[in-house]
């Protein structure tokens, strides 16, 4: 299902729906971030074909992203910003 988050005109397709503490939150393909469904726009017309389902566990995504921020080359770029905004 397309959908967009009006706040900020993001779009994209649901990929997975997931369940945290009672709230239910949608992953959308185009950032890899999950939005409360309630806050979520269907948008009429622009389906993609089959949805693609994604799972995945907290500890995963964790691990994933320890190995990630402790890469070199990561942290090299890390210490090249200098300032508020700078990039």
Not at 22 to 35: C, K, P, R, V, W
Not at 56 to 68: A, M, N
């Amino acid at each position: 299902m397309r959908v967009r988050y009006p706040r900020t005109g993001t779009a994209g397709t649901v990929v997975r729906i997931e369940d945290i503490d009672g709230n239910e939150f949608a992953e959308i393909d185009a950032t890899g971030l999950l939005y409360r469904t309630d806050q979520l726009v269907c948008i009429e017309g622009e389906s993609e074909g089959p949805k693609k389902e994604h799972r995945t566990s907290g500890i995963t995504d964790y691990e994933h992203l320890k190995e990630i921020e402790s890469s070199e080359d990561m942290q090299d770029k890390y210490d090249q910003v200098t300032g508020v905004g700078a990039g």
